[in-house]
């Protein structure tokens, strides 16, 4: 049996209301971000899924973006979208 393991929240085919919920674009439903979306949609670039961004070990909404000589202060759930330096992993 397949199963997805991508949050609504972290998929590309949702777009959020507030912090809890927010709309499957493609049923068009309202759902809840911490759900598991449908198999089959894809995943939404965010530096938490990135290979070049180091988790804060003390403070879980922090993290490091190592792609540039000079590390800067990246979020895991920052949009990744534009970024051309993300480097995706599989989940
Ligand atoms: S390379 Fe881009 S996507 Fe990856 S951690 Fe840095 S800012 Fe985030």
């Known amino acids: 049996m397949k ?3 991508i949050l609504y929240r972290d998929a590309m085919n949702y777009s959020n209301i507030d912090a809890i919920k927010g709309i499957d674009l493609l049923t068009k439903e309202i759902v809840m971000g911490d759900d598991l979306a449908p198999v089959g949609y894809k995943i939404k ?7 070049k961004f180091l988790p804060d070990s003390k403070n ?3 993290g490091i973006c190592k792609a540039s000589k000079n590390d ?12 051309k330096d993300y480097e995706g992993t599989n989940i």
């Open 45 to 51: 670039p965010k530096c938490k899924f990135c290979n």
């Open 72 to 83: 800067f202060m990246a979020y895991p759930d920052m949009i990744a979208v534009t970024c």
């Open 3 to 5: 199963t997805n393991k």
């Open 60 to 62: 879980g909404s922090l």
